[in-house]
Nanobody, 120 residues
Framework: QVQLVESGGGLVQAGGSLRLSCAAS????????IAWYRQAPGKQRDLVAR???????NYADSVKGRFTISRDNVKKAGYLQMNSLEPEDTAVYYC??????????????WGQGTQVTVSS
């Protein structure tokens, strides 16, 4: 079973920065795509950024130029560097990983979420 553990959330003032981390553990062959989603109170969970195994990235329009997604395949980890944070970025941030197992099967896994709060 794969576990994803997020860290790095917290309270920051508008204009500040945070770096989220997502560490994967368990028995699996490889991680394909890693993505970060966020969910604000009363809203749906939305994609923030995604990175493929080859390093291709895509971002939500609202975070382009402010957020950067990256990964470390050796450490089996993903990261989200968030700069110029705005109150509208306040949400619970979730890591998602598409994992390939040794038996060839694929599965999508979620972390438990980490709270990011941006004060004005």
């Amino acid at each position: 079973q794969v576990q994803l553990v997020e860290s790095g959330g917290g309270l920051v003032q508008a204009g500040g920065s945070l770096r989220l981390s997502c560490a994967a553990s368990g028995s699996f062959f490889t991680i394909n795509a890693i993505a970060w989603y966020r969910q604000a109170p009363g809203k749906q969970r939305d994609l923030v950024a995604r990175i493929t195994s080859g390093g291709s990235t895509n971002y939500a329009d609202s975070v382009k130029g402010r957020f950067t997604i990256s990964r470390d395949n050796v450490k089996k980890a993903g990261y989200l560097q968030m700069n110029s944070l705005e109150p509208e970025d306040t949400a619970v941030y979730y890591c998602n990983a598409d994992v390939r197992y040794y038996n060839g099967r694929y599965a999508s896994h979620w972390g438990q979420g980490t709270q990011v709060t941006v004060s004005s």
